[in-house]
């Protein structure tokens, strides 16, 4: 499972565009386009950080290493002019993964850790280290509104709770905030 995000235009066009473009890209890297959501307009996480961004979620087939799809999915991002020049900044593509069936990476105490960690740190910090299921999945509306489209039945394998559970535990304002294009 991937969630996809742009909020600046790209060589394809704008965030929709560059959105539509990337899942049209996947083949070429080795991966199959298994489902994927409507298309959303959210809201600019960090609030006042830059434009508001276009999102969705994709399920997706390809390798069983978390590392080689991760690889893919940023040859992708590059290819759409994104720039890793700040954390949580504007971008003409984000794709990240956020889950790989059950799989917990680097373990769970490390997970549960990078789970927890205050905002602010969030913003400051990254981890080294690839860890799945993303930290921040069952916190971000602009993600499981998405994710509901097409997987509302995974359950996370550390909290123990559907993506469905997952997103109706999330303030109402917020979820109201992820409207469909």
Same mark, same amino acid.
């Given at each position: #499972?991937?969630?996809? %995000?742009?909020?600046? =235009? ?32 959210? =809201? ?7 434009? /508001? ?9 390809? !390798?069983?290493? =978390? ?12 290819? &759409? ?18 889950? #790989? ?16 960690? !205050?905002?602010?740190?969030? %913003? ?8 799945? =299921? &993303?930290?921040?999945?069952? /916190? ?12 509302? /039945?995974?359950? &996370?394998?550390?909290? %123990? ?21």
């Amino acid at each position: #499972m991937i969630a996809l %995000g742009a909020n600046l =235009p790209s060589a394809a066009g704008g965030p929709a565009d560059t959105l539509r473009a990337a899942l049209a890209d996947l083949p070429r890297h080795g991966l199959a386009l298994r489902d994927v959501s409507r298309f959303y307009a959210t =809201p600019c996480f960090p609030e006042g950080a830059g434009l /508001d961004y276009v999102n969705a979620c994709a399920l997706l087939d390809g !390798p069983d290493d =978390p590392e080689k799809v991760l690889a893919a999915l940023h040859a992708i991002e590059a290819e &759409h002019g994104r720039a890793r020049l700040q954390r949580w900044g504007s971008r003409s593509l984000d794709l990240d993964l956020l889950a #790989m069936g059950d799989t917990v990476l680097p373990d769970a105490t490390s997970q549960a850790e990078w789970r927890s960690l !205050p905002l602010r740190e969030q %913003g400051r910090r990254s981890p080294e280290r690839l860890i799945l =299921p &993303h930290p921040r999945i069952q /916190d971000r509306a602009f993600v499981l509104v998405p994710l509901c489209d097409i997987a509302p /039945d995974w359950r &996370h394998p550390l909290l %123990g709770q559907s993506v469905r559970a997952l997103c109706d535990a999330l303030p109402e304002a917020d979820r109201a905030a992820v409207r469909p294009l």
